[in-house]
């Protein structure tokens, strides 16, 4: 799947930051490390760019965070949330 030009223009703004906090590797060892730190086990090659996306977003936050695109839907009432879906509020 191909990816749209804003997230091609976001990967590269993330991966910036990253590679600015890691000078010392090269991009090729840079993309490695996050494939690592997703727990990936084949090759780079075969990575998804969704994996390294995720990873440059979420690499460095709490295992217990939740995902910022979740997060932003969630409702900690089930009658809100069950409401809100049926359009009885906003």
Same mark, same amino acid.
């Given at each position: 799947?191909?990816? %749209?030009?804003?997230? +091609?223009?976001?990967? +590269?703004? *993330?991966?910036?930051?990253?590679? *600015? /906090?890691?000078?010392d590797k090269s991009l090729t060892q840079l993309l490695q490390r996050l494939a690592d730190d997703a727990g990936c086990?084949?090759?780079?090659? $075969? +990575?998804?760019?969704? %994996?390294?996306?995720?990873? *440059? ?5 709490? /295992?217990? $965070?939740?995902?910022?695109? +979740?997060?932003?839907?969630? $409702? $900690?009432?089930? /009658? %809100?949330?069950? *409401? ?7």
């Amino acid at each position: 799947m191909a990816m %749209t030009q804003h997230k +091609i223009e976001e990967f +590269i703004d *993330l991966l910036g930051q990253h590679w *600015l /906090k890691n000078q010392d590797k090269s991009l090729t060892q840079l993309l490695q490390r996050l494939a690592d730190d997703a727990g990936c086990e084949q090759p780079l090659s $075969e +990575i998804s760019d969704d %994996t390294l996306f995720y990873q *440059l977003k979420m690499g460095e936050t709490s /295992k217990d $965070e939740m995902i910022p695109g +979740i997060a932003k839907d969630c $409702e $900690e009432d089930f /009658k %809100t949330a069950l *409401l809100r879906a049926r359009g009885v509020i906003d």
